[in-house]
């Protein structure tokens, strides 16, 4: 079933922390953060939760929208930092909206998380399913070992999502999602253990692990397959893409992607530099911010291409 994206927004927590700042509590430096990653800052929350982030963006489209939280049907929360087993984030924006008539539920994809969801909500738009809000939501500041140089530097806590209804004209033109199981351990966070006393004891909240070198190799490889498949489904070439919208995990892999489809760079905007590598809240961030400065309108052909936990790739093809 057709539908259009309605709306955009984002949220990000009010604190930044500059690399200068990092390098005062672990051994870094801003030049090698800069030049081997591209961030500059990145915000990071003081005593807002998952839920917290997911909320306000969910306040932003409503207003944006003029939609009374009560003509929901559905709200997906794309995170891998959720505030709880259960209740699901979803479950309790959807409390927090007084989104009475949605379902809820959070979808686990990591940095493809948010693309993921929105290929979920678009298998449930139809008759029963007409608006439907889909938000990646990241406190990784919460999960991340931050006497660990290699991963603390590159994280940042944000939310970003839209709205979508049933429209009469097909606006997702194409789509390819893959998971790579078998090298998850890659990149693993808040892992939990079973051992073998009984009772078992809860295990805490393990950080970031991630085998930066092989997840790199993997997005490199990986990303410009699954642009140019969805591409492909959907009958188009990246000559007609007027923008490529992808995970602000680093900024090389995004100028090697660039290279790969023989793309220029101006078609890939890029704020790695002021929020690092905030997972599934990435694309949707940096969407609403294209969308704001004018960088995408009505009709313009994007890519939105997520990577990297699982191991997973979700690529999204979307007349704006
Ligand atoms: O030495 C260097 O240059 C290092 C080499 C390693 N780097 C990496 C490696 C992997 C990621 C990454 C992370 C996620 C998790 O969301 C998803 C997707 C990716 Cl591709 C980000 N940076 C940093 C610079």
Redesign the pocket.
Known sequence: NNWQIVTTASYVPQMTVSNDRLSTIMDTSDEWIRT??GIRRRHISQGENTADLATQVGQRLLAKAHWAPTSLDLIIIATMSPDSYTPSTAAIVQGFLGATAARAFDVSA??SGFVYALDIASRFIGSECHRVMVIGSEVLSKITNWQDR?TAV??GDGAGGVLIETDPEPHLLGQHLATFGDRGNQ?VAGQTRVNHQFPPTITDVSP?Q?N??A??R???HAVPISIQTALQNAGLTADQVDRFIL?Q??I??IQQVARRLVQPMTKFPTNIDQYG?T?AA?EPILLDECVRQGLIRRGDLVVLSG???GLTVGTMIIKY
């Open positions: 081997r990653t990591a940095c290699t590159l994280f990149l970031f991630m930066g070198r997840v790199y993997f997005a490199t995970h995990a680093n090389r892999i590598n997972s990435s990577f990297g936990g």
